[in-house]
């Protein structure tokens, strides 16, 4: 396999070759330098439609101004894909079939935005009056106004505003992907679907009725989601997976009321104590979860993954010195390898009474954590919740769904009540596909760099659903600059991402046969 | 030494015995048989200045008051003592000399009373205008107005106002119970010393400016102080001693700013783990605190004192069911000897992020525990709290009394932060001194039940200070019901507990000569 990455850097030296030459990709290259302005102009309307997740109107306007779009490209079928349950935000679709392709990919980006607080974006910052500047305001960046024809423009300028990046950048890189191709009276070498969805903010909270009612409709080999930041580096990169997710709540209980802690100090039991007990054999010092069976499910990386991995620069000794630690939870393995190849069992919170001034000497009468569980391919987040509950068990803990009762309570030495949030499994793409192999050489072809190719992303999102329902694996491939405040108060795009983004999809578009 | 519990026995029965007859304690009892009207509605004027921790004028007209009060009784020598702070609420001095007497007891109780907020009484009361019902009120009690010569007078009554128990119960049976002996012609067979605090729901601030610069004035063999409830039965009791007390927070820390816990999970040191794994090194599931050498100090009770244990009903059954918990901290002790007998080590409070609705995925910057100490007799508090300190280092944790740097944060992998608050230590008035001996005859003499002998409560109070200050042990000797609501609103008095309150202090100062 390590010829793979031979090929991979041959390609890349390749593509830097033909980077001078009159290739489709330059092609690409020349028709946002032609159209820049008229592009930055449309896609400042575009920003100035507000999207956040509840607001159902704004977002119709959304929905509206993308198949406009859309079908000014020469899209066909633009149609919006509704779920079954009442209320659903639309996703918009549109397809373009090439005659005697062979492969089908569904161009994936999602239209909502994060919830905004004006008052805590920037003076002369509005999250919908997209606003430029020279650069990052963080490096002193200065207001401009938007370019016209023939002002300079610099790929370092921004713009702010909401969901800049977070995700019209994808839904706009996308579309003139294929316009940039069709101007230039280039055909994809695949049939392309879109699917832009208006509820990721709110957790795809209907995605999986839309793909279930739109099975045909969207059917394909893979799936392309332009949605998150570049590698820090500014490098590109293909993220193959995600983690699953799914909290637990766990609370001990002491005496009924809370009890001064002189009067009843060394008697009553202390729930704080209990917790801390029991917290204290789930993990050792060196951050290995000691539940039976724990990692016992993990799906490991294959070689090819293992050493992709391996050759990602390791952003720990940066990230330790700037958030201010000695030593990371375990001295057993990487950064990368921490987030990407193992479940984990992370304490979000504490609290069982006060602490400082607010605290008084008293016994609590309860003590609760939230645990969040990361979980990894192979991981069943409902099995893997059990193994926790299990535990709690053989620590000796009556375990209830519920508060427990007086008669519970004085039956029960040990109470512990655990509330389960709902989860998800993790996904990941196998890199060693072929269909994969062909998007990694697409990219590589788009960038003299060579592509970051990371197996998993820590964070996690419900892209199990593409495999679920539509038994189609999906690739995420971002567009945008890592440092873009996304859900925050001044997201912000540079500009030079939005138009390398458009050539990153318009090489996928042009993907090679193998 | 159990010849003591005979004599006691005995002396109870004598007592009983006696109370048809016309013994000097008869006469204190036909004392206030004849003037409860008149001492009731002197008592309803007391209660009706407001007492509040800062409120310096009322607290001066309280002051006055009770001066009056015993000048009028012949009590000499009546001053008010001042600490040497400035502001410093003064305390009401007052004696009686007895040709040929030995022995000087000073009679302690406090004027001030805990804040209010008079919204939290019940319907028709108020914290300043005292009101009689004809029980408590969640007994049924009924409002009835203030008793006049004749009206008939249950000893259930009570009275409901601020301080109504605590303390000036205290304050007007120590002055009335040297009327009473002073009008029967009966002379105290002990010089009686008064002193009335202004400061003790403060903590005492400037208890020990007052003692230390009236030396001479407060020169006595012993304190009585009037302060604190009967015994859960009703029956009356002597407690020897208080525990001490000292608090402590212990921050630990992880990254500086909180992080995502998909994106940095099993990565990023997290310092909710770090601190439930101290904590949990510092007590096994039984109770036993781990720290090396904890109980160390700790003073035995003597045979006597372990006698006088034993001989208290155990309350642990009763109360376990209403506090609706199946077991005890500790399977080897009891609830008596876990409250009296043993050093503690409690857990006010943990706080890391959030939990529940309001927590996020995230890994905590910090987390933080508030531990309460209590101390027994031969604990030092200074020297206990660096037991604590010196087990966290044992644990690999650097310790700090600040916040660390940002390099010592890189530094060392774990660092807590100790801020330890101002502590003080038990106090315990050995029950074998040939003095407290007769004073437990003297409180038998007047009850026809045994007298619970407490050797120490489970709270505190600086009691150390008359040990400390002035080389005098002290005793505390309460009067008021077990459910006066204390500190909180509805506080109450049972009339019956005033007025055998006033045969307590009076036999007290009938004490006998061995």
Redesign the interface.
């Known amino acids: 396999m390590k010829n793979t990455f031979l090929v991979l850097l041959f390609s890349c030296f390749f593509a830097f070759l033909l980077r001078g030459q009159n290739t489709p990709l330059n092609k690409v290259t020349a028709f946002h330098q032609k159209n820049k302005y008229a592009l930055l102009n449309e896609y400042a309307q575009f920003l100035s439609l507000p999207n956040t997740m509840n607001d159902t109107a704004s977002l119709a306007d959304n929905a509206r101004f993308i198949a406009d779009m859309m079908k000014k490209r020469g899209i066909e079928n633009v149609q919006l894909l509704h779920g079954t349950s009442k209320g659903t935000i639309p996703a918009v679709f549109g397809e373009v079939k090439v005659p005697n392709a062979t492969t089908t990919l569904v161009f994936y980006a999602h239209y909502d935005g994060q919830p905004v607080n004006p008052e805590k974006w920037a003076e002369g910052l509005s999250p919908f009056k997209p606003q430029m500047t020279t650069n990052s305001l963080d490096k002193g960046g200065k207001f401009i106004d938007f370019p016209t024809q023939n002002t300079p423009l610099s790929m370092d300028y921004r713009i702010y505003g909401r969901s800049s990046s977070d995700d019209k950048a994808g839904v706009f890189a996308i579309i003139n992907a294929y316009d940039a191709l069709r101007q230039n009276g280039l055909t994809p070498s695949v049939n392309v679907k879109f699917l832009f969805e208006g509820e990721e903010e709110k957790g795809s909270t209907h995605l999986n009725e839309i793909l279930d009612k739109n099975k045909t409709l969207l059917k394909a080999d893979m799936w392309i989601i332009a949605d998150g930041p570049l590698h820090a580096s500014g490098r590109k990169q293909i993220v193959f997976g995600v983690?699953g997710?799914v909290?637990m709540?766990v609370t001990v209980?002491?005496?009924?009321?809370p009890?001064?802690?002189?009067?009843?100090?060394?008697?009553?039991?202390?729930p704080?104590?209990k917790?801390?007990?029991l917290?204290?054999?789930m993990?050792d010092?060196n951050?290995r979860v000691l539940i039976d069976g724990f990692y016992d499910d993990v799906t490991p990386l294959s070689k090819l993954e293992r050493e992709a991995l391996a050759a990602i620069p390791d952003p720990?000794p940066m990230m330790?010195?700037?958030?201010?630690?000695?030593?990371?939870?375990?001295t057993e393995?990487t950064?990368l390898e921490?987030?990407t190849t193992?479940p984990?069992l992370?304490?979000?919170?504490?609290?069982?009474?006060?602490?400082?001034k607010?605290?008084?000497?008293?016994?609590?009468i309860m003590?609760?954590?939230?645990l969040?569980l990361?979980l990894v391919k192979g991981n069943n987040w409902e099995k893997q919740v059990q193994k926790v509950i299990k535990h709690i068990k053989k620590q000796g803990f009556e375990v209830f769904d519920r508060e427990p009762t007086?008669e519970e309570?004085?039956?029960?030495?040990n109470i512990a009540t655990v509330k389960v949030g709902t989860g998800y499994n993790a996904q990941r793409t196998s890199m060693d596909l072929p269909l994969a192999q062909r998007v990694i050489k697409a990219v590589q072809n788009s960038t003299k760099e060579s592509v970051i190719l990371m197996p998993s992303?820590?964070?996690?999102l419900p892209l199990y659903l593409f495999e679920e329902v539509l038994n189609t694996p999906p690739l995420t491939v971002p567009v945008v600059n890592y440092d873009n405040n996304q859900h925050g108060e001044n997201e912000n795009l540079r500009i030079g991402c939005l138009f390398d983004g458009i050539e990153t999809m318009a090489a996928i578009m042009l993907l090679p046969t193998k």
Do not use: C, M
């Open positions: 983690r997710d909290n709540n209980y002491g005496a009924k009321r009890l001064h802690s002189g009067n009843y100090g060394n008697w009553a039991p202390n704080a104590w917790l801390t007990r917290l204290a054999t993990k010092d951050g720990a330790q010195k700037e958030l201010a630690f000695a030593q990371a939870e375990s393995r950064f921490s987030i193992l984990t992370n304490i979000n919170g504490i609290v069982s009474a006060n602490v400082g607010l605290a008084s000497n008293i016994i609590p003590a609760t954590v939230t969040d990361r007086n309570r004085l039956k029960f030495p992303a820590g964070g996690s």
